[in-house]
């Protein structure tokens, strides 16, 4: 009678109650009659057939945590809808007789753990929650877990769960994290605190810092939320240390101290997890195998970690890893078919589950109820410097495309696939083979070569023009054998040794070493990989990424591109890539077609043969195309990404805005679905299209001063070296050029006509008529002068006037940027003679020492060192500060301190003198 295998002579409740029995026992209760009902030998016993008091009926299990009543169970028929029964649970739960009102634990005179059960299905509504909500759980909770509950509801009865506690979580610290961070983790706590959905999909970027973004979110709900402890399931078994790394680097906001010296996080073995444990990582199969008892190898196990079940599997109860072992189930960027044939696992744990992916498809919104918290995509990462874009380069091939034949009769080499192990057969009949056969049934060595052969010859000229390093470059193969195959063939081709290319697969020698040769080393150019290095692994330098197999996912292929995404410092990349100056780009190369299907959406650089003069000036006339808005996102992405902080801040004062936005406005335009939110509804759909795109373009198209200053400040950082033709002297004499220094002259009196308004030296000189110049104001118009078009220098304008104005300039064979004050005065008409500015202080700091002895002051040898090379600073500075006697040559003889101990008192008041007295 008590098999519960659906004895007909059973009625159905029953068999349900058979059920119910046996899921109790394994979450550790102790299910009795009332008769036999004993509460000392067992911390959780479940009662049956309880009469509750007066109208309110018999339970069907009364359940005891450590001697008191604390919860009810009622049972029911399978198939029965069991929210169909929550009113009686609730009749139940507010029912206690009398005498066991003494000995339970109540909330608002309700008793706190209601359940619903089966057999098949189990609800439980816990009453400590906010807003209490029945909600499916795989099986009953432990008896410890419930106590576990109650002590917290003790200790903290206004916010007694995570539920509770997270609708009062801290402000977030932003200051170390980027907006797309920013708002992937208040989207998280949101809807965390809300409750709409007991899952949330955060959809970010490959590169954009997922990872970081899950332990800053991990720390805040671990310290400030409630959580116990929380899962976090990464793609590969390698992919958990990288993980793990991560949680050792960061640094909690708060005290600076790292995540690992306050919470422990470890990997699962078989041993299951540790009870300190609060953070455990592991891949999606080593949890099965955990669930159902068997043993999991500390190491990488591709057998295990790649293994992918034909159906869905089926999970059974585990005493090991009980349903609310976790609280937080964290999937990054984990197997393709998490949500599919391995759903089974997620759904076993009682926790909330948070997705993060770079290209979440049709059956992951759909597990996650469409509960998208945060989109972040991968073109909105260029757009905010987070990656770069990518170029594509395509190579083809006759074997590549229509595969191949081998002719009866031939004696070709075949490999054991076990051994490896070579001998040589002829073919007994023709052999044809596909395509899609090359390098698994087949390798032909001449298509390999021939691929390689092309990318050698290539890369210089079409792929990285004008490089000699080889970039670092990925190369994905179709398994191990094929690896092999390829990696020997690239030094070969390459004409380079072991330390040149080197495969990185589960079964090569230290693929970890190797891995992280690949990062650091300036010698290791290129890996072969097949798919330890495909998600999820930071290669920085990485420029190429070489499809050599085809990949049918859209979510996979994503993972793969996003390898060479990354952004690096310059002085990183250069450390191992010395040629380069900056990475701007990867490059993917596709010798099989995968950049061909409909998934792979094209970089933002889709024009290339169109100028950025061309594309700015289309963008004045707002006439740009969809393609062309996406290249000019494209081409200024990339730009931004040369320029420095200063040369980044000046465009942004003359857009008066963030450039960076206008990028991301850019983007946003082509973006489809943004397009689509502006056509929903729209009469017009491609005149709404159309709007959306010109809004986007508006704030350059009103800003004729950004367009030519991005025009100047891309050619001061692009220069074309030209190898190719061949100069022939045509004169040489020498001349004075009159008309072309008038041009100058000229040129450089309307230049400070049209800038008066931006730039401060011209501003304190023309309407100030100031004096002293601030040596900064002098360096920003020498920087800006010096950009194309007019690379003028203070020599270039000072010559024009000397040929010009003979009688009124005074010649010098060096000029120094503070010439620039001496040109601004005499061009505005300050000055009716140009003088050097040195010459200039070096005659006014002769008048005035000559004041100084009418006035019956003599200088010491001693105070003339000092003052002499405070006018030397002047010269050169345009002024000087009391932190410039801080500085060299006045600290070898003490500096600021010096100065006091020989001026004296006097000090202070000769630096103010030479400043007012000097400067012109």
Known sequence: ??????????????????????????????????????????????????????????????????????????????????????????????????????????????????????????????????????????????????????????????????????????????????????????????????????????????????????????????????????????DRNNLAEQTIAEFQNYRTPDDGRRFTELYNVDKLTSAGMLGSSHVIVSTIQRVYSVLRGQDVTEGDDPNLDDFLPDAPVTVTYSPEMPPEAFDLVIVDEAHRSIYGVWRGVLEYFDAHVVGLTATPGKQTFAFFRQNLVSEYTYPQSVADRVNVDFDLYRIRTQISEQGGAIEAGTIVPKVDRRTRQQRLEAIEEDFEYTHKQLDRAVTAKSQIRLVLETFRDKLFSDIFPGRSTVPKTLIFAKDDAHAEEVVTTVREVFGKGNDFAAKITYAARDPKSQLQAFRTSPSLRIAVTVDMIATGTDVRPLECVFFMRDVRSAQYFEQMKGRGARTITPADFQSVTPDASAKTRFVIVDAVGVTEHDFVDPPLNRDKSISLKKLLDKAATLTLTEDETATLASRLAKLELELTDAERKELDDVAGRSVRDIVRGLVDAVDPDVQAKATEGAADPDQARHDLLERAVEPIAGSPDLRTRLLELRATHDRVIDEVSVDTLIDAHGVVDTSRAKSVVESWAQYLLDHRDEITAIQLVTEAKERRIAFADVQELADRISRPPYNWTPDIIWHAYEAIDVDRVRHSDRHTLTDLVSLLRYTVGLDHELIPYAARVQERYAAWLAQQEQAGTEFSALERWWLDRMVDVIAASAGITANDLDRAPFTEKGGVDGALRDLGDHAETYLEQLNTELTA
């Open 1 to 234: 009678m008590d098999t519960g295998n659906g004895d007909p002579k059973l009625a159905a409740e029953q068999r349900a109650r058979v059920l119910i029995d046996r899921q109790l026992a394994d979450a550790g209760w102790s299910v009795q009659d009332k008769k036999s009902l004993n509460l000392i030998a067992h911390q959780g016993v479940a009662c049956r057939e309880v009469v509750m008091k007066a109208g309110h009926g018999r339970v069907d299990y009364l359940l005891y945590v450590d001697r008191k009543v604390v919860g009810v169970i009622e049972a029911k028929p399978e198939g029965t809808t069991l929210s169909g029964v929550e009113w009686q649970s609730a009749v139940y739960a507010n029912g206690l007789p009398a005498e066991a009102e003494l000995k339970s634990i109540t909330v608002d005179g309700r008793l706190p753990f209601v359940f619903e059960a089966s057999g098949s299905e189990t609800h439980f509504t816990n009453g400590y929650d906010p807003r209490p909500r029945a909600r499916r759980i795989f099986n009953f909770p432990t008896p410890a877990t419930l106590a576990k509950q109650i002590r917290d509801a003790e200790a903290a009865p206004e916010t007694p769960t995570w539920r509770a506690k997270v609708q009062h979580l801290p402000p977030l610290d932003t200051a170390p994290l980027r907006p797309a961070q920013i708002t992937a983790i208040k989207g998280i706590e949101q809807s965390l605190a809300k409750q709409h959905h007991d899952r949330s999909l955060v959809q970010m970027a490959t590169g954009a810092g997922k990872t970081y973004t899950a332990v800053t979110a991990t720390y805040r709900l671990l310290k400030y939320g409630g959580f116990r402890r929380i899962l976090f399931l990464v």
